[in-house]
């Protein structure tokens, strides 16, 4: 059965990224010519996917306003105002694409929605009995291969029969303390698609030989519902995804993970210096205003390597 089913949650408050995310959500942010979110998109379709489900807030009508197809702005591509394939690039009914929206609910007495877990719990009626990918809308991955991650992702879980596919990449032993990190089963350490024994939280370096971080991209069987129902929320209330993997993997269900190439690169924009980061690299890349950046940007280090220069001497 082709896996065609994704579910991105944008329900995130951005705090990290204030003030700049105080009226625009971050995952409406631009990196290069496009918004995060569509950088998303764009990744889920290419693996194939054709019904997203957007799980969201109602402080985020900007992304449902972009991918809407008779807005103002389609009007006006439509009425001749542009060159076609402006048109078609944004027309996502003509490329077979659908798109859903539901929000997470905060609950009385909290402040923000309950977490990861949560997110895709309220995913249950739109997945109803079928595999599909979840996706944060504030991680982008380039994948310059083909097939892409998420292709592959899709494609091993349905090999294996997995009740979970997570997407993971080798991070340095300084930074494993920053994310989940997945623990290999025996002899499998060096595969690019793997078994998974255990997921630790934020580990520190000497707690395990492993290195490989998760890396916002999952293919769930509907299996993981069951096990979100049975997650104990943290002293904060929220719900959080990793406990209900834990909870197949303690289960003996098929847990397994499948590695992010050295050509391929996870972009988390979680903070500014990730965003600025990310900006740089696009805008460097971009077809038509590439070099001109990149001539820019040498320029311009040379002159604040010049002024420097010169204050030395003084």
């Given at each position: 059965m082709n896996i065609d089913k994704a579910v991105i949650p944008v329900a995130g408050?951005?705090?990290?990224?204030?003030?700049?995310?105080?009226?625009?959500?971050?995952?409406?942010?631009?990196?290069?010519?496009?918004?995060?979110?569509?950088?998303?998109?764009?990744?889920?379709?290419?693996?194939?996917?054709?019904?997203?489900?957007?799980?969201?807030?109602?402080?985020?009508?900007?992304?449902?306003?972009?991918?809407?197809?008779?807005?103002?702005?389609?009007?006006?591509?439509?009425?001749?105002?542009?060159?076609?394939?402006?048109?078609?690039?944004?027309?996502?009914?003509?490329?077979g694409v659908e798109f859903f929206f539901t929000n997470q609910q905060v609950p009385l007495g909290q402040t923000k929605p309950l977490g990861t877990g949560d997110a895709v719990a309220s995913s249950e009626s739109f997945a109803d009995s079928d595999p599909f990918v979840v996706a944060y809308g504030d991680s982008m991955i380039s994948s310059p291969q083909d097939p892409g991650l998420v292709a592959r992702m899709i494609a091993s879980h349905q090999e294996?029969?997995?009740?979970?596919?997570?997407?993971?990449?080798?991070?340095?032993?300084?930074?494993?303390?920053?994310?989940?990190i997945v623990v290999p089963t025996p002899n499998e350490e060096n595969?690019?698609?793997?078994?998974?024994?255990?997921?630790?939280?934020?580990?520190?370096?000497?707690?395990?030989?492993?290195?490989?971080?998760?890396?916002?991209?999952?293919?769930?069987?509907?299996?993981?519902?069951?096990?979100?129902?049975?997650?104990?929320?943290?002293?904060?209330?929220?719900?959080?995804?990793?406990?209900?993997?834990?909870?197949?993997?303690?289960?003996n269900a098929v847990v397994r993970a499948v590695r992010l190439t050295p050509a391929e690169a996870r972009h988390d924009i979680g903070n500014h210096r990730a965003y600025f980061k990310t900006f740089l690299e696009y805008a460097l890349e971009d077809a038509e205003w590439g070099q001109e950046m990149r001539e820019y940007l040498a320029a311009r280090l040379a002159a604040e390597s010049d002024a420097g220069r010169n204050t030395e001497q003084l």
């Open positions: 408050l951005g705090t990290r990224l204030l003030p700049t995310t105080k009226a625009i959500p971050k995952e409406m942010l631009p990196v290069g010519r496009y918004p995060i979110i569509h950088h998303v998109v764009e990744e889920l379709i290419g693996a194939g996917i054709r019904h997203i489900l957007f799980v969201t807030s109602r402080a985020k009508a900007a992304i449902a306003n972009h991918f809407d197809d008779y807005s103002e702005l389609m009007i006006h591509l439509e009425l001749g105002h542009h060159e076609m394939r402006e048109v078609s690039r944004f027309d996502y009914r003509q490329r294996h029969r997995s009740a979970c596919t997570i997407a993971v990449q080798e991070v340095a032993q300084e930074l494993v303390h920053q994310y989940g595969r690019e698609d793997c078994r998974i024994r255990d997921l630790l939280e934020k580990p520190a370096p000497d707690q395990t030989p492993s290195r490989l971080a998760s890396s916002a991209r999952y293919v769930f069987s509907p299996c993981i519902f069951d096990e979100i129902r049975k997650v104990t929320p943290a002293p904060n209330g929220e719900i959080y995804l990793t406990d209900a993997i834990l909870r197949l993997i303690h289960a």
